[in-house]
């Protein structure tokens, strides 16, 4: 079974940086894919960025040169070091994964972490 464990998110003012890690407790080799995600209060669960096993990324344009999504192997954990962080990126930041990187949407993702809150004040 697989379990994806965010760290606890936190609150920063407008411009500053914050980084989320999630870990897997899983074979993550067989994971091929991982990802992020937000959720703004009232919206839908959005893609940010994901990678795949070998290091390729993808980013949301809404975050492209502020969020960087990395991933350390041996610690079976997945980074998202955010920056120039916006009030309106408030939101409950998810963890997922998947055995192929595909979609951005959320169905393409089979796996979940509960999530944390991130808060961005003005």
């Known amino acids: 079974q697989v379990q994806l464990v965010e760290s606890a998110g936190g609150s920063v003012q407008a411009g500053g940086s914050s980084r989320l890690s999630c870990v897997a407790v899983a074979y993550i080799d067989l994971l091929s894919c991982m990802g992020w995600f937000l959720q703004a209060p009232g919206k839908e669960r959005e893609e940010v960025a994901d990678?795949?096993?070998?290091?390729?990324?993808r980013d949301a344009d809404s975050v492209e040169g502020r969020f960087t999504i990395s991933q350390d192997k041996a610690k079976k954990t997945t980074y998202l070091k955010m920056d120039m962080l916006k009030p309106t990126e408030t939101a409950m930041y998810f963890c997922?994964?998947?055995?192929?990187?595909?979609?951005?949407?959320?169905?393409?993702?089979?796996?979940w972490g509960e999530g944390t809150q991130g808060t961005v004040s003005s």
């Open positions: 997922a994964a998947t055995p192929w990187c595909s979609g951005t949407s959320a169905s393409a993702f089979r796996f």
């Open positions: 990678i795949d096993n070998d290091a390729n990324t």
